[in-house]
């Protein structure tokens, strides 16, 4: 089983759409998470980091359930700009990242 | 601020070859990272150092060295180039302050490499 799964997508949506990114993580111990963003042939960048009560920022919401090790990532109203690939990502030990694969959303007009 | 800044962009090589990719940040930053990115998956450690003359393996160490001779710079080098080598190259750095630890990790643009 690989450390942290995510669904590859791509995900196509509409402009104004709401979409939802899942992630799962296999280390119970782990205690940060984050969501980051690549966009194509770029270096990830940190969009937001995902804490146990859940976050929001902006159209962005991120949930944290540690009973399942499941991490999620809302955006709302999806815009042009948004069509990137999201990669899940778990602290490790010695806070070595731990990437997913990632998941591609492409937003249309 | 540069942040983190990685040479070459781009690099072909024959298989058997050496060189090395140069990595250098600007925001004295202890942590640095070595990783690399192959098509449709996720980052994968290689590196890591926590701080001048202190490097340690991540994920995938076995064809690279590091070395680590002051704050700013992190190169890794390859020795003996193989295809299974082809790959983006990214370079990250994080910093901590005193007993406080920032999560976040600023990442050079990468370097795509090619071994034919």
């Known amino acids: 089983r690989k450390e942290v799964e995510q669904d590859p997508g791509p995900f196509n949506v509409p402009e104004g759409a709401t979409v939802a990114f899942n992630c799962t993580y296999s280390?119970?111990?782990?205690?940060?998470f984050f969501w980051y963003r690549q966009d194509c042939r770029k270096e990830p960048k940190l969009l937001m980091s995902v804490y146990s009560s859940g976050n929001e920022d902006g159209r962005f919401t991120a949930q944290l359930n540690r009973a399942s090790q499941y991490i999620s990532l809302l955006i709302r109203d999806s815009k042009l700009s948004d069509s990137a690939t999201y990669l899940c990502v778990v602290m490790g030990g010695y806070n070595k990242l731990i990437f997913g694969a990632g998941t591609r959303l492409a937003v249309h007009p | 601020n540069a942040g983190v800044t990685q040479t070459p962009k781009f690099r072909i090589l024959k298989i058997g070859q050496s060189m090395t990719l140069q990595c250098t940040q600007d925001m004295n930053h202890n942590y640095m990272y070595w990783y690399r990115q192959d098509p449709g998956m996720g980052l994968k450690l290689i590196y890591y150092s926590v701080g001048a003359g202190i490097t340690d393996k991540g994920e995938v160490p076995n064809g690279y060295n590091v070395s680590r001779s002051t704050t700013e710079d992190f190169p890794l080098r390859l020795e003996l180039a193989a295809p299974s080598q082809t790959s983006v190259y990214f370079c990250?750095?994080?910093?901590?302050?005193?007993?406080?630890?920032?999560?976040?990790?600023?990442f050079g643009p990468g370097t795509r490499l090619t071994v034919l």
């Open positions: 990250a750095s994080r910093m901590t302050s005193g007993t406080i630890s920032y999560n976040e990790q600023f």
């Open positions: 280390n119970s111990a782990s205690q940060s």
